[in-house]
Each structure stands twice: as structure tokens, then as C-alpha cells.
């Protein structure tokens, strides 16, 4: 079965060099699967899971924004922070997410409460993610 080069890099570095048969991805528009051959184009990512199948095996990653660029034979995510999940620290989501949702409740400034918002929901995509193995 032909493999499609998956790239996943950061600010700080590349995270993931990787072959799959099909990445799926949350885009801002809704979720894509991308297949070895697909066509051109470039789409804003939400925070979210990246799937890369292989075989019969998954890797996900957990995605906080950024943009995938998808060439037919290399998908190329350039995110603002990525992790696959098994690098991900749990027990250190899991207390983000928690100070996150007490900030929250307390916040009274729109803004603020925005950027609270965010971290809640990066904290959780990294359980999501972890959850999947």
C-alpha cells in the first residue's frame, strides 16, 4: 500500500517524521482524512487530535493550533505546539485543566477569560489524546 510522508513540526523543533497510510486531522472547518494522492491545499488546524494510521496501528497526536499543509505525497503540519501521546504527562494535563476551569470560574475580564478558555482546552485535547493509546 502506497505511504504518504508525514512532517510534524513546532517553533521549538520537529516532533514527528513518520510514513502513514492516511492522516486525519481537526481543521477549522471540521475533521479531513488524507490519503496517499490527495490533492493540494492548505488548512488552518484547531486544537485537536492528528491521527497518522499505519497498518493496523494508530499514533496520535495532540495538535494546538497551527496549519497542515497537504502536497500529494507529503502532509506537512506547522502547529503552534505539539505532542505525540506518548510523551504526554497526564497527571500534569489533568492539574492544567483543573487550575484552568477555577481560573475560569473566577475570571471576570472577557479577555482573560478567553486565554483561560484556550489553556482548558489544550489541557483536555492532552488528555483526549493520552486517552487514546
Known sequence: MKTIKVNIVTPNGP????EAD????STETGEI???PGHIAMVAP???GALRLKKDTTTVNV??????????????TVLAQ???LATDIDIA????AAKRAEEQLQAKADKLDAQLVELDLKRAINR???HNMK
Open 15 to 18: 516532533v514527528s517524521e513518520t
Open 22 to 25: 492516511m492522516v486525519i486531522a
Open 33 to 35: 482524512g488524507i490519503l
Open 45 to 47: 488546524l484547531q486544537i
Open 62 to 75: 495532540a495538535v494546538h493550533g497551527g496549519f497542515i499543509e497537504v502536497r500529494p505525497d507529503v502532509v
Open 81 to 83: 505546539n505539539a505532542e
Open 92 to 95: 500534569r494535563a489533568q492539574r
Open 127 to 129: 488528555i483526549n489524546v
